[in-house]
Nanobody
Framework: QVQLVESGGGLVQAGGSLRLSCVVSGRPFNTYAMGWFRQAPGKEREFVATINWSGSRTHDADSVKGRFTISRDNAKKTVYLQMNSLKVEDTAVYYC?????????????????WGQGTQVTVSS
């Protein structure tokens, strides 16, 4: 059984930082790309960041570029999302997902398994 467990969400003031973690079990971690997505109330789930199987390639959404950094530790089967200079509009439930292949992708349909999500709330 594949499980993804996110942690690290919480309440932070605008301009602050958080680091999200996602631990994967039940599937070879170093074979597949990983991604972070988010969903705000009343909005569709959207792409945030993605990383390929080795960690050599990443891609961020324009809305978070220069503020968020995705990384992975294959030995720990964990993907991270470092979020700096947080804005009120970053408030959402953040989900990690493991890909169908080792290639990083912005498309939700390229991800096979999803975590339960972790709430990030940024106050003004």
């Amino acid at each position: 059984q594949v499980q993804l467990v996110e942690s690290g969400g919480g309440l932070v003031q605008a301009g602050g930082s958080l680091r999200l973690s996602c631990v994967v079990s039940g599937r070879p971690f170093n074979t597949y790309a990983m991604g972070w997505f988010r969903q705000a109330p009343g909005k569709e789930r959207e792409f945030v960041a993605t990383i390929n199987w080795s960690g050599s390639r990443t891609h961020d959404a324009d809305s978070v570029k220069g503020r968020f950094t995705i990384s992975r530790d294959n030995a720990k089967k964990t993907v991270y999302l470092q979020m700096n200079s947080l804005k009120v509009e970053d408030t959402a439930v953040y989900y990690c997902a493991t890909g169908l292949s080792g290639y990083h992708s912005m498309s939700l349909s390229e991800y096979a398994y999803w975590g339960q999500g972790t709430q990030v709330t940024v106050s003004s």
